[in-house]
């Protein structure tokens, strides 16, 4: 077996080119070129890679040790490093030789830009984030082509957000700026960029009072508590405790979704994919006997849930209106959040997300406040997760025998709904 083999072998090398031995690369059997076509623009560089396919050694970067020809330097050029910079329009075609092999890349250079285009525009950035913008340009021959790291950037007010060279956005402080780019025969495009922050309202403890501090100073930060009625206020906040609403609509899992905004005008809808929401105003034990052993009230008698699912919306709306609206701050607080599932989420204007979880636990039957005041962003709702798993008889708290974390709610505070901008 070893004979046939070294008999393969020098017959191999005799037939790859023995008599020239001193050459490294003397074996290369197929030279390949990556890419095999490309398009840039006038200006643009291009590096190419050539690999030798080797009798024994298999696969090696010959870049550097190939010979690279370019079929017209006056459409573009290249260098000893396989690196093509384009220099006229029209295609070409690019060469790489090694030991008596060739192989080639075909290279079409387009000029003038005849539009550009910033993505995303419109993005909203907390500050100390960067999001990079992609410029993207169409030629005179329909060609298009990602010109970010071609272009010029700049932005038109560096304490909002800055921009380096390649378009990556950085926001420094909260407003909107306006991002530009700039090709080289000065065409131009715009991005709008929107710069936020957040304050966020985080506290646990084992009763109302563990919270209460932080609760007010959530209050105290949105400004005075505005009357229950149709009218829209400038600034101020809502509160729904649901504490008043009617026996009726108590204890049953058809209470009125639009409750806070047609019959208590409060500028809130909510929505759920459960089967209903449930005011109750004994702890949910008529769902499970078990339940008010870990679910205490943070304003008495009565809490909140969704049935069928854990997790629901609460959508912004000019009160008394169908005229969607938005809220820059809303806060919660949560009953017995044991683990670190329960969380809110916010959709910002454009389609991006903002988390936060209820982290600050607040032991086996406690109650957790979360509120998030935004600076320079608003949201049309927010999605409230509150535990693990639907209220349910069969299904126990995690702390009283159960495998899920069971969340209810109680009091909603946010800001005022505004027109929607
Ligand atoms: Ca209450
Ligand atoms: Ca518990
Ligand atoms: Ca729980």
């Known amino acids: 077996m070893r004979k046939y083999f070294m008999l393969l072998l020098a017959l191999a090398l005799l037939s790859s080119g023995c008599s020239n031995p001193g050459n490294p690369f003397f074996n290369v059997q197929v030279l390949s070129v990556a890419p095999t076509s490309a398009t840039i623009a006038r200006g643009q560089t291009l590096q190419l890679t050539a690999t030798g396919t080797l009798f024994q050694d298999g696969r090696e970067d010959v870049t550097a040790s190939a010979e690279w020809l370019s079929s017209n330097v006056n459409v573009a050029t290249v260098s000893a490093t396989g690196l093509v910079t384009g220099v006229g329009v029209g295609p070409v075609t690019i060469t790489a030789r090694l030991n008596g092999r060739e192989a080639f890349c075909e290279v079409t250079v387009v000029s003038a830009v005849t539009a550009l285009a910033l993505t995303p525009d419109g993005g909203f950035l907390r500050v100390g984030t960067t999001e990079t913008l992609a410029a993207t340009a169409t030629f005179d021959d329909g060609a298009v082509l990602d010109l970010s790291d071609q272009v010029d950037w700049s932005t038109a007010d560096a304490t909002v957000a800055t921009v380096n060279d390649v378009g990556a956005v950085t926001a420094v402080g909260v407003g909107q700026t306006v991002i530009t780019a700039v090709a080289e025969n000065g065409t131009a495009a715009r991005a709008t960029v929107n710069v936020f922050e957040v304050t966020i309202f985080s506290a646990g403890g084992a009763n109302a009072a563990a919270i209460q501090p932080t609760v007010d100073a959530f209050r105290a930060a949105l400004g005075p508590l505005n009357p229950n009625t149709a009218q829209v206020f400038p600034t101020g906040r809502r509160e729904i405790n649901w504490d008043g609403v009617p026996a009726a609509q108590t204890n049953t899992n058809a209470f009125p979704a639009n409750f806070f905004n047609v019959t208590s005008p409060r500028g809130v809808v909510f929505a759920t994919l459960g089967e209903g929401f449930r005011v109750s105003d004994n702890a949910y034990g008529d769902v499970n006997a078990t339940y008010p052993t870990q679910f205490q009230t943070f304003s008495p008698g009565k809490l909140f849930a969704t049935r069928g699912a854990s997790r629901f919306e609460t959508e912004f709306f000019l009160p008394a209106t169908t005229t969607p609206a938005v809220s820059s701050a809303f806060g919660a607080v949560f009953c017995d959040p044991d683990r670190n599932t329960s969380s809110l989420l916010f959709v910002l204007p454009d389609g991006s997300t903002f988390t936060p979880t209820v982290t600050a636990l607040p032991g ?28 349910s008889g069969a299904d126990n708290d995690v702390t009283n025998g159960g495998v899920n974390d069971m969340v209810v709610v109680d009091d909603f505070i946010y800001a005022e709904p505004q027109p929607a901008p």
């Open 364 to 391: 086996a039957q406690g109650l957790a406040f979360l509120g998030v005041q935004f600076q320079g962003a608003s949201c049309r709702g927010v999605t409230l997760v509150t535990g693990e798993a639907p209220l």
